[in-house]
């Protein structure tokens, strides 16, 4: 099974020539049905928000953009409500710089990038592969079986331990797929 992710912004006939006879699929916001639902920001609805029982986020974005925490802004559950995957982001300098992630409503455990990469993204992620893409995830084996599998993702970082840029998701689709899904190194 050959499976590799390729960044969006390249040209897809540059990619359609590096990949012949692949299947290609966009899994970012702007792919067609049903691929779309690979988003993070897609509102799938029902993701547990980690340390928080009684609480849910529409989208994997809105659960990570939720639980940030700056110099002068604690978390924002707001951003757990978004259902059309715009304005989910948040930065700025009037909320100053990023303090961590916090590890659920009301903890006073607040998550660096790399332990909150791997404590509730991947997580969050991982549930949305098994319990709201499953007959899509099953779509894409079946591709992967017959033909090279490419997914199209804007960030191509697929290292998780790599903090210097953004995970690709589609490198979780395409661990998930391979049966390898990361394992962190020893802090």
Known sequence: MTITVESRRKKLASVEKHW??????????????????????????????????????????????????????????????????????????????VRGHRFGVGSDVLLRYRDARLQIYLPAYKWVLEHRVAAEVEQLRRLAADKPLVLLDYETNTDVEDLSSPLSHAALVMYHLQGAWPTPLAA
Do not use: C
């Not at 802004?73 to 304005?87: L, N, Q």
């Open 20 to 97: 012949p006879n692949a299947a290609i699929i966009d899994v970012t916001w702007k792919g067609a049905e049903p691929w779309v639902r690979f988003s993070p920001f897609y509102p799938h609805g029902g993701i547990p928000i980690p340390n928080t029982p009684s609480e849910t986020a529409q989208s994997v974005e809105g659960l990570w953009q939720g639980l940030k925490v700056f110099e002068r802004e604690d978390i924002d559950p707001r951003k757990w409500a978004v259902t059309d995957m715009s304005g989910i982001k948040r930065g700025g300098k009037s909320r100053g710089a």
